[in-house]
């Protein structure tokens, strides 16, 4: 089946706006490591790893052999039965997330982690008001959308939760641009103070934030925000959730939760994405007190299910025994001098930043900070010729995101430099 007849049958029968990348839209069919294959045989280098999801590579022998055998003995059971790989993996998050007395939920998706964040906190608080970050992106059920600070990813404007936005994800385009990192952290805390103050009731249940603006173009504020943010939160007792669906797991190098860049233990974090390698699941971990202060009873039929658990566990095991957090680290900082240099030579290139291996790379008009959307758009596509996948993000649609599977190779960061430096350059 060629790409041109998948999309005339997509076309038909799914939604407008299930958004596919590409003029001419491809799929992909096979997958080894940081490369994959096309449906009509083109191989490229992938550097989105279907949105940072194929965290450990693609068809890595452990992790597939880990559901190959799982599959073969039990799927399914629901969370009516004791599930033991769900158990080992909710003993190895509560461990590795660092907040003491930990619990775990294990849902489908980072859209449900984040829904099950926000009941948590708005039970525990006896309160639906929210604070959230402008420019950020945190799921597509109400809940999660009325937090969402991204008109292009708010649907709707329904949404349970009383939500007041409030500034410091995306320093590029923030008023407060010009300052230096601690002029920023300082009007990011006043704003804040502000917003307490004057939008809403005082008794505010969470603030939730993505450490690192994942859909929001790797929009990355400066180190120690979100502790001084959280002195804040704490005079008032409201909750602080971090979104770890895109920055957790290593994949920033430094550190093994993005959050941990800032110097706090949050309250709760949500996960999702890359934890599966590509099964599906997500999840929230929290403070014992807090997950237990659900009062009625709670389900998700398939979090936690054997199957993506089992292939969690082999994720985990396959990230922690290789180190991937130091490779990321390591060829994060390979890829940061690449795309630094490939800005000073470029003046489409306005901004480079990111931390590890979640590199984003703002085009804009040459000469000033107008988004530059179709520059974008081309160097997606010229990449793609070129063999290399990318992703595209930012409020303007003008973000090229770079984020490789976390086992990426010198030589592939090189090739994947050359092929985007090449589509960079190509712009006029
Ligand atoms: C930071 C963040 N939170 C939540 C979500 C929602 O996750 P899902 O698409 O699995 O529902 C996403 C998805 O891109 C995300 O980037």
């Known amino acids: 089946m060629t790409h041109a007849e998948l999309l005339a049958r997509h076309r038909a029968v799914l939604p407008s706006w299930l958004a596919l990348y590409y003029s001419e839209p491809i799929a992909l069919v096979d997958g080894q490591g940081c490369r994959v294959v096309d449906a009509e045989g083109r191989r490229y280098l992938d550097f989105f790893g279907g949105i940072l999801t194929t965290m450990v590579g693609h068809n890595v022998p452990e992790v597939v052999e880990a559901v190959r055998e799982q599959a073969g003995r039990m799927v399914h059971t629901s969370t009516l039965y004791l599930i033991e790989p769900m158990i080992e993996l909710a003993e190895r998050i509560a461990t590795l997330s660092g907040i003491p007395g930990a619990k775990v939920f294990f849902t489908n998706s980072g859209t449900e982690a984040n829904e099950a964040a926000l009941l948590l906190a708005t039970t525990a608080r006896r309160s639906n008001q929210v604070l959230a970050l402008r420019n950020s992106y945190h799921g597509r059920s109400y809940a999660a959308m009325g937090v969402t600070g991204n008109r292009g990813w ?130 929230v971990v929290a403070r014992g007190d807090l997950m237990d202060s659900i009062t009625a009873s709670s389900i998700s039929t398939f979090g936690g299910n054997p199957l993506s658990t089992r292939a969690a566990l082999a994720t985990i095991d396959y990230l922690l025994s290789h180190d991937l957090q130091a490779n990321a680290h390591k060829m994060g900082s390979r890829l940061r001098q690449g795309l630094d240099a490939l800005a000073a030579r470029c003046p489409v290139v306005g901004d480079v930043r990111g931390k590890g291996l979640m590199a984003g790379v703002e085009l804009v008009q040459p000469g000033s900070t107008e988004p530059h959307p179709a520059a974008a758009a081309q160097v997606l596509e ?31 960061i090189d090739e994947g430099l050359g092929i985007l430096g090449a589509a960079v350059q190509g712009v006029r």
């Open 154 to 283: 708010s649907a709707s404007s329904l949404t349970p939760v009383n939500v007041s936005y409030v500034h410091g994800g995306y320093p590029y385009r923030s008023p407060f641009r010009d300052l230096s990192d601690a002029g920023y952290i300082r009007a990011c805390v006043d704003d804040l103070r502000d917003v307490i103050l004057t939008t809403t009731a005082g008794d505010v249940a969470c603030m939730i934030a993505e450490p690192i603006q994942g859909v929001g173009g790797f929009a990355t504020p400066p180190d120690g925000l979100f502790g001084a943010m959280k002195q804040v939160l704490d005079e008032h007792g409201i909750l602080f959730v971090s979104d770890e669906v895109q920055t957790g797991w290593g994949r920033t190098g430094e550190h093994f939760w993005g959050i941990q860049a800032h110097g706090v233990i949050p309250d709760a974090m949500t996960f999702a994405k890359g934890v599966g390698n590509g099964l599906a699941i997500g999840g």
């Open 382 to 412: 010229e990449a793609r010729r070129g063999g290399l996948l990318l992703g595209k993000g930012g409020l303007h649609g003008n973000v090229l995101r770079v984020a490789p599977p976390l086992a990426v190779s010198e030589a592939e």
